[in-house]
């Protein structure tokens, strides 16, 4: 039978459950970072693309005339249930983590969060903004990872973090891809049990998430 669930059901399977410290929901990410013409970031624009399990729950939820796709009418009603997700999501940043000088930026509710379907995938694109200005000059960080570990975000290529804007030219940029390997390594003291029933207790997920660094 047909799941007759909202959208809010299935979106909060993007919220961390703390017991369990392994993936459940994977995203193809992408970002551009549009720098403002005073120094300071504009904007993030951010292009999630899910995994097939995921976006068929979706699809099931809203494909109301059962043509295995998700029409016009059908993303409209999708858009409006991922309010709930879009609140939810705000304590952990939207999953978009940025420090400047190792200070963290927080980072506004997206405006609107735009829905679309292809290829079996649901994709979401949306924008996010500094609560405070900031501006480029220092060390700069940008990066996905869910705190929890519930959900894995990933970067297929290096120009998937991209930069926007003429400020950006008096900057240095690179991607840095650590080695889960080496982060374990490195960091044995705290993979004990308590780990595994609570990825809230560690920063895991921040040291071995892709990020980019800027240097202005």
Known sequence: MKRRSTLLATMLLLLPVPALAHPHIFIDAKFAVVGASDGSISELRNIWRFDEVFSSSVLLDFDKNEDLTLDPSELKAERRSAIPWRNSLAQYNYYTNVTSN?????????????????????????SLKPLQKTVLKGTTIFGIYDPTLYTAGDFAA???????????????????????????????ATLTSLFFNDPMGTNFSQLVATRLEVQC
């Open 102 to 126: 190792g200070k963290t930026v927080a980072m506004a509710k997206p405006e609107t969060v735009q829905a679309s379907y292809q290829d079996g995938a649901l994709t979401l694109t949306f």
């Open 158 to 188: 290096d120009t998937d973090l991209a930069v926007s804007g003429d400020e950006f030219a008096r900057c240095k940029r690179k991607v840095v891809r650590p080695k889960p390997d080496e982060i374990i390594a490195q960091n044995q």
